[in-house]
């Protein structure tokens, strides 16, 4: 399932970002656990319907107890443990919604970028002050190999800055700020990368934005702050 | 019954909506319907189908069998009842029409996020938010009405423990709507208030409205879900005995956990929506662990349903298709929850298709096909014959079929945006959605086999024994009738073998032979025309409302607050003369409230949904006030040595009050008249000094247009000190009501009812003044 999943998303790609590792992993638990509890309890029902039919006999039924309190107490526990396991790989995997620790370092060396959504498109400002409007050949453009600090608000109305197939999202709320973090390995553009998910008017589904990665030394030239001069 | 029908009407139109949506989305880059009529398409869809659809048509089948069921004849107020199904009406023909306005219907989704919803031009958007505060209207009085109707109307022997599990699923349900829906109308209230009058809740960016809306509107929306949900567990609850031959496993666990884990955590887990709006992450986990929590109850009883075929005999007949359907349907809608519980998942399917085959599954999939269950399984008891049994499995068949290749692939669509009007070829996406139209046409399809199975039973239809199913609930024990009225769920010609199927449930000791019905006059209520008169005079007043301003607003709001005014007079005046004198009431099995009167007992349980109601403006008060980084300080807008005379005077009111009901205890009706009097006095100067307040106010720039940060101010004092005197008004108008008929020499020791329940009120009125004096004046 995770390679399906992964092909899905980010087909030919050499190396798993983090956030998607630990996505990968995580839902990894839950469809094992999901998938399982759906095949034992639906396959028990259909079991029993074919076992218990009406075969047209007039067998009398054996009694049955009125109250089966031990076996809700099985059930009870059964389900307790299967989510709370499920509930500890959630929160194992909170690194991915948690801004990492060594963003609050000093020297600063996570990337941050402001997001600006507006009805309809993102506004980019980068750390040396340039602004860009999503358009077909302006992405979104974010060094390989280095933790990407996202912080998002909105212009007008709520919208919602998803990138999918780096399992990442948040919205992007009027008067707020909001911030998520990537740390893409792979080198390339990936076209539509960028969606928004919150209903936001008549351009809702036209607000997409490309994602382009490249290396450190070439975004730092026209992106990054200029410690030269 | 009109319940049912209407509802099925407004199911087809919302269905309508949906063919139209799966149509534009069948192809990628498809302009069948432009972004402006899907959006549209959307949002309806959504509204229609939950509220004028799905809960009505529940509320519809326990019109007609909940009284049924517990051995009464009808519900406890049947003018109540009609009430509120004309405010239902009302509320949805102002939905329907709000798409033939200029500028269209609502727009922003059924989750309405604002500031967007309230930034929509036209007049469409105010019409639907104005309906829905009827239908929440609608949704309490019938509420009041089911609540006091299963408590107190129960035949003689129908003790709890014996109570029907589609009953007991209905209690549930009007529990959960009693305490959800006054949060839908202070949430629906605040945003029309902001597009008619401009006030600034959801337009001040200053105070983040979104994350305000969002909280009010998923505070109602998550126990709304179940709302959805409990009547059709209720249905197959009901139903599966009587299909596996054998009792329902773990029945009071059923109940317990519904009762007990259900219904309270429901009202605890809505930031479950709120995971990505960027809540501390501590807060996520709390409510991710709520979340899973509430899933336990919902284990149990899946289990149990399927713990209920071990060692029966399992007759695989229509409605026993439909309740393994739902079942099967709701696990694998259940696990996509768990799936969306996880915050870290929800990050990829928060706005997806993933949670548009989440909710569908459950509520199409479990909802809708145990209402299925529900429809085949009564029609018998409910026309005299039988469906056909055929064209109902293959209804069933095609159903699920149809309805697996609709949603489905929609699991599989976590990449995909929900809500967008359409969609590049990329992916895997144009597969999925193809898929995805021809399952709608293929569910759609089999629905129009379920119509005509309807209408062949209805007039083709084979006669059915008495019991076709061989239930021990009382709704079998009496005969079906072919000619349903309106809202009466029984014909009043209608009555039970004498010491018939009651006497069979009482105590030998007791085999209570009367029939648990009303007067002759009783029946009478059902035709009175106020009911009507009220609904269409405030559908029509809220319509003029929404187009406010202009010369045909005001020309509506005249004409629909004239008729309201007209309506209500008439009420009082039928009241007056007794035209509807109440049944003599009966002996029945009430535990635990056996002490308590219905009407007080109705007066209880609507003042809680006030508490509720109150209790959401206040909540959204704070939410701005800690919102909000300056607010005007106290003593510099209101005068506050005013303001605590008029408090003084409200309380003293209240004690006043209190004196006038022990001088009528005592049977003294001239004493009750002074203090009365007194009371209203008092009542009148408090409004009296708050509207010399309020021009003040007015006058000296306080205003809605005024600056930040006194727009804000402005907007929820005159709004929500404006609910209060409301109130307060009303009650003065229900006063001057009580005193006439105090003159008239109507109440005595014995009988002054209605004295103590507007006892009641007014003691609410004063106790909310004490919460709103100090956050308004004080702080
Ligand atoms: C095991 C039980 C359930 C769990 C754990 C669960 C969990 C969730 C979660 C976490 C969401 C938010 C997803 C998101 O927006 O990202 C959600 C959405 C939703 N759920 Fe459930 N759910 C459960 C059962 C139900 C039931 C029984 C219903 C209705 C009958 C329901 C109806 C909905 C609806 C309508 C939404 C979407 C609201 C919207 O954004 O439009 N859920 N559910
Ligand atoms: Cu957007
Ligand atoms: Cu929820």
Not at chain 2, 180 to 207: C, E, H, K, N, Y
Not at chain 2, 240 to 256: D, E, H
Request: aromatic fraction near 14%.
């Amino acid at each position: 399932m995770r390679e399906f999943a992964l092909a899905l998303m980010y087909s030919g790609m050499l190396t798993v970002p983090p956030t998607v590792a630990t996505f990968d992993h995580l839902l990894d638990w839950y469809l094992f656990f999901g998938v399982g509890a759906a095949v034992v309890v639906i396959g028990m029902l259909v079991t029993f319907v074919i076992l218990y039919r009406d075969k047209g006999d007039n067998k009398p039924l054996p009694e049955h107890k009125t109250e089966g309190w031990k076996i809700v107490l099985i059930t009870v526990m059964i389900s307790i443990s299967i989510l709370a396991a499920a509930e500890y790989q959630t929160f194992a995997s909170f690194s991915n919604i948690e801004t990492p620790s060594q963003c609050s370092m000093v020297p600063d060396p996570c990337i941050n970028i402001s997001v600006l959504g507006f009805q309809w498109g993102w506004q980019f400002t980068y750390p040396n002050g340039k602004v860009q409007l999503t358009t077909e050949d302006q992405p979104l453009t974010v060094p390989v190999d280095k933790i990407i600090l996202l912080n998002i608000t909105s212009r007008d109305v709520f919208h919602s800055f998803g990138i999918v197939s780096l399992a990442v999202k948040e919205d992007a709320i009027p008067g707020r700020y909001n911030t998520l973090w990537f740390n893409d390995t792979n080198l390339g553009l990936v076209t539509m990368a960028i969606r928004c998910y919150e209903l936001c008017g008549a351009g809702h589904a036209t607000m997409v934005g490309n994602l382009s990665v490249v290396p450190y030394s070439t975004w730092q030239s026209e992106f990054g702050v200029n410690t030269t001069g | 019954m009109l319940y049912f029908f209407t509802s099925l009407y407004f199911g087809i139109i919302g269905a309508i909506l949906a063919l139209l949506m799966r149509v534009q989305l069948s192809v990628p880059n498809n302009f069948f319907l432009s972004a402006y009529y899907y959006d549209q398409a959307v949002t309806m869809h959504g509204l229609i189908m939950i509220f004028w659809f799905l809960s009505p048509i529940a509320i519809g089948l326990a019109n007609y069998f909940v009284p049924l069921q517990i051995g009464a004849k009808d519900l406890a107020f049947p003018r109540l009842n009609a009430m509120s199904y004309w405010l239902y009406l009302s509320g949805g023909i102002m939905a329907v029409l709000s798409f033939f306005v200029p500028g269209g219907s609502a727009d922003a989704g059924w989750t309405n996020y604002q500031p967007l919803a309230v930034l929509t031009p036209g007049s469409g958007t105010t019409l639907v938010y104005l309906g829905l505060v009827l239908l929440a209207a609608s949704i309490t009085l019938g509420s009041i009405n089911f609540v006091v109707s299963i408590i107190w109307l129960r035949a003689p022997g129908m003790s709890l423990d014996k109570l029907p599990m589609f009953t007991w699923f209905i209690l549930f349900t009007i529990i959960a709507m009693l305490f959800a829906f006054p949060t839908l109308i202070a949430a629906f209230a605040l945003a029309s208030s902001d597009r008619i009058l401009g006030t600034v809740f959801f337009t001040s960016t200053q105070i983040q409205p979104s994350i305000l809306w969002d909280n009010l509107f998923w505070f109602f929306g998550h126990p709304e879900v179940y709302i959805v949900l409990l009547p059709g567990f209720g249905i197959i609850a009901n139903i599966v005995p009587q299909f596996t031959g054998r009792p329902l496993a773990a029945k009071n666990a059923i109940l317990v956990a519904t009762a007990l884990v259900v219904l309270p955590l429901s009202f605890g887990v809505w930031m479950h929506h709120m995971f990505l709006t960027g809540i501390p992450v501590d807060l996520q986990g709390a409510f991710s662990i709520a979340t899973i929590a509430i899933s336990i109850p919902f284990d149990v009883i899946t289990l149990s349903f399927v713990e209920s075929m071990i060692r029966g005999r399992v007759k695989l007949l229509t409605p026993m298709l439909f309740v393994l359907g739902a079942v099967v349907l709701f696990i694998i809608g259940g696990i996509t929850g768990v799936f969306l519980s996880s915050p870290v998942l929800d990050r990829v399917f928060r706005g997806s298709y993933f949670v548009v085959a989440h909710f569908h599954y459950v509520m199409v999939g479990a909802a809708i096909f145990s209402i299925f269950a529900g429809i085949y399984y009564w029609i018998p008891r409910f026309t005299g014959r039988m469906y056909n049994e055929r064209l109902g499995k293959i209804h069933f068949v095609i159903s699920f079929i149809g309805f697996n290749v609709l949603y489905f692939p929609m699991n599989f669509l976590f990449d995909m945006p929900r809500r967008i009007f359409t969609y590049p070829n990329i992916g895997n996406w144009a597969l999925l959605n193809g898929i995805a139209s021809v399952g709608a046409f293929i569910f759609a399809g089999a629905q129009t086999l379920l119509a005509a199975n309807l209408l062949y039973t209805w007039f083709r239809g084979p006669p059915s024994p008495p019991n076709p199913w061989g239930s021990p609930d009382l709704e079998w024990k009496s005969q079906p009738v072919l000619t349903p009225s309106p809202t009466a769920p029984t014909d009043t010609s209608e009555s039970p073998p004498a010491g018939g199927w009651i006497g069979q449930l009482a105590t030998p000791a007791s085999p209570a032979t009367e029939t648990h019905a009303a007067g002759a006059e009783h029946g009478e209520a059902h035709y009175s025309s106020r009911p009507i008169q009220l609904s269409f005079g405030a559908m029509i007043f809220l319509m003029g409302a929404a187009f406010y301003p202009g010369i045909l607003a005001i020309g509506l709001m005249v004409i629909g607050g004239a008729l309201f005014a007209v309506a209500l007079g008439g009420w009082a005046r039928d009241d007056l003369r007794h035209k509807f004198a109440p049944p003599p009431e009966e002996e029945g099995d009430r535990w635990p409230f056996q002490g308590v009167s219905k009407m007080k007992l109705g007066m209880w349980v609507f003042l809680s949904s006030e508490i509720v109601l109150f209790g959401s403006f206040l909540a959204a008060y704070i939410f701005i006030r800690g919102a909000a980084v300056t607010f005007p300080a106290p003593g510099s807008i209101h005068d506050i040595p005013l303001g605590t005379l008029n408090t003084i005077i409200l309380a003293t009111s209240g004690l006043t009050m209190f004196l006038a009901i022990q001088a009528i205890r005592q049977g003294d009706r001239r004493r009750l008249m002074q203090w009365m009097s007194v009371t209203f006095m008092l009542g009148s100067t408090f409004m009296g000094i708050k509207i010399s307040e309020w021009v003040n106010l007015g006058s000296s720039g306080f205003t809605l247009s005024a600056p930040y940060p006194f727009n804000l101010a402005a907007s929820a004092y005159y709004i929500i000190v404006g609910l209060h005197g409301a109130h307060v008004t009303a009650g003065l108008i229900m006063m001057v009501y009580l005193m006439k008929k105090t003159k008239d020499g109507e109440y005595t020791k014995e009988s002054h009812e209605a004295i103590e329940n507007f006892g009641l009120y007014w003691a609410f009125i004063d106790i909310v003044w004490c919460f709103i004096f100090p956050l308004f004046y004080l702080l």
